[in-house]
């Protein structure tokens, strides 16, 4: 299982990013996909799952209205499109899944929202 996040980078406030998880060596479009993140000194967070064939999403409050989270099934690819950002969505962002009782992730890709 590989999962390899792109799309990071340095955006000021009220602007947006899209993230991209590329997935594989798993049958992708079988399996809930989840956007973690996780800001200095501060514990991992949820920010938004998205179950198999895309049937529902989940949004941590913080990032409701402001995130979505899709997934392309085709391309096994799940991205978090982010807009609306605030300095205090600054961290660093992992796509993640849970296959039977293994997790895996991806290695993380940076996000700062500053002026």
């Known amino acids: 299982v590989q999962l390899v996040e792109s799309g990071g980078g340095l955006v000021q406030p009220g602007g947006s990013l899209r993230l991209s998880c590329a997935a594989s060596g798993f049958t992708f479009r079988s399996y809930a996909m989840n956007w973690y993140r996780q800001a200095p000194g501060k514990e991992r967070e949820l920010v938004a799952r998205?179950?198999?064939?895309?049937?529902?999403?989940n949004y941590a409050d913080s990032v409701k209205g402001r995130f979505t989270i899709s997934r392309d099934d085709a391309k096994n690819t799940v991205y978090l499109q982010m807009n609306s950002l605030k300095v205090e969505d600054t961290a660093v962002y992992y796509c993640?899944?849970?296959?039977?009782?293994?997790?895996?992730w991806g290695q993380g890709t940076q996000v700062t929202v500053s002026s």
């Open positions: 998205i179950t198999s064939a895309a049937g529902s999403t």
């Open positions: 993640h899944t849970r296959i039977l009782y293994s997790h895996y």
